[in-house]
């Protein structure tokens, strides 16, 4: 399915949220907006805006911690799996599974203390603290979806 036919049948699904041309995929709970890649008609293209447009149907708007970041992202893929059905798209599970897991990469990484290199508490959005050495350090804003390293479907 082309991209502009795809966008026009995500639109009736909820009328509040609106689609704009970007550099990247993502979803903005401020604007209630779904920023898409024009002109991407890949597959790849085709899942993430069923995940992206998943946010908004979710309602996802605010997490306290990187971990219910990653929660939502799981959240927003299932979702993403059961309305792909209604549009004749397969999610692949692969793919689902690798955008998972730079996720839950990158959490790990913000979560090691500096000076110990070990797992911290996250105590705000934007501070870990570690419980070893009883050091913290600031980590940037979270975001939803991250750019994932593309690997070739078929
Ligand atoms: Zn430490
Ligand atoms: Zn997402």
């Known amino acids: 399915m082309n991209q502009d036919k795809l966008i026009a049948k995500l639109k009736k699904l909820d009328e509040s949220i ?3 041309p970007a550099k990247s995929y993502y979803w903005s709970p401020k604007n209630q907006t779904v920023y898409y890649q024009e002109g991407d008609s890949t597959e790849v293209g085709q899942w993430t805006l069923l995940h992206e447009v998943s946010h908004g ?3 996802h708007t605010t997490y306290e911690s990187d971990y219910e970041l990653v929660l939502l992202e799981l959240q927003a893929w299932d979702h993403a799996k059961k309305i792909s059905k209604k549009f004749k798209i397969k999610i692949d599970e692969d793919h689902v599974q690798d955008c998972l897991d730079s ?3 990158w959490q790990y990484k913000r979560s090691l ?3 110990c290199d070990l797992g911290g508490v996250q105590i705000d959005q ?5 419980l070893f050495c009883r050091g913290k350090w600031q980590v940037s804003e979270a975001r939803f979806c991250r750019p994932y390293r593309k690997r ?3």
């Open 126 to 130: 934007k501070t870990y603290s570690c």
């Open 113 to 115: 203390c500096p000076d």
């Open 152 to 154: 070739t479907v078929n």
């Open 18 to 20: 609106t689609f704009e």
């Open 57 to 59: 149907l979710l309602q």
């Open 103 to 105: 996720y839950r990469d």
